[in-house]
Nanobody, 119 residues
Framework: QVQLVESGGGLVQPGGSLRLSCSAS????????MGWYRQAPGKQRELVAA???????NYADSVKGRFTISRDNDKNTAYLQMNYLKPEDTAVYYC?????????????WGQGTQVTVSS
């Protein structure tokens, strides 16, 4: 059974930092692209950052220079370090694991963790 469990969300003041963790089980973690998505009330879910199995990251323009995605294959865990947080970063953050090998694809989601940026 595949499980992605996020942790590290919470309430933080503007300009503050949080680190999200995503602990994976039931998959060969090192083979998966790991991503962080977020969904604010009334908005569509959007990609925040992703890191390939080879360790190459990519970021949404809105978080470049503020957020850092990383992974520890020994711990089956992905991280999202969020610095200089803004109120517009407030959302539920979801961990995603994706593996595509044509013609097969696997895509898994965590349950989400709330991040609220407010003074």
């Amino acid at each position: 059974q595949v499980q992605l469990v996020e942790s590290g969300g919470g309430l933080v003041q503007p300009g503050g930092s949080l680190r999200l963790s995503c602990s994976a089980s039931g998959i060969t973690f090192s083979m998966y692209t790991m991503g962080w998505y977020r969904q604010a009330p009334g908005k569509q879910r959007e990609l925040v950052a992703a890191i390939t199995s080879g360790g190459s990251p990519n970021y949404a323009d809105s978080v470049k220079g503020r957020f850092t995605i990383s992974r520890d294959n020994d711990k089956n865990t992905a991280y999202l370090q969020m610095n200089y947080l803004k109120p517009e970063d407030t959302a539920v953050y979801y961990c995603n694991a994706q593996f595509i090998k044509n013609p097969t694809g696997y895509n898994y989601w965590g349950q989400g963790t709330q991040v609220t940026v407010s003074s």
